[in-house]
């Protein structure tokens, strides 16, 4: 089993930006497609951005142009570089590969003025 850590949320402006780190207990990450999943109050949890072993990104369409996926395989780490914030994108925020392990305790971005 794999355990996930992510950190690097907090409280920003709308227009800014914040870098999350997902720290894996493993390394995976040239086996395993991963992703950034975010879930808001009282709604699902929802993927936002995938990153493959090859290292091919995917994003859903309301945060392309402004999240960037990358991992750093020696590491352990993905990230998630999320500008141009909006209120919209508040939510906790969690890692996990595909298939989907263990869930971590997430890290919470709120954006708000």
């Known amino acids: 089993q794999v355990q996930f850590v992510e950190s690097g949320g907090g409280l920003v402006q709308p227009g800014g930006s914040l870098r999350l780190s997902c720290a894996s207990s493993?390394?995976?990450?040239?086996?395993?497609?991963m992703g950034w999943y975010r879930q808001a109050p009282e709604k699902q949890r929802e993927l936002v951005a995938t990153i493959t072993s090859d290292g091919i990104t995917n994003y859903r369409d309301s945060v392309k142009g402004r999240f960037t996926i990358s991992r750093d395989i020696a590491k352990n780490t993905m990230y998630l570089q999320m500008n141009s914030l909006k209120p919209e994108d508040t939510a906790v925020y969690y890692c996990n590969k595909f298939p989907t392990d263990s869930w971590g305790q997430g890290t919470q971005v709120t954006v708000s003025s």
């Open positions: 493993r390394s995976i990450f040239s086996i395993y497609a």
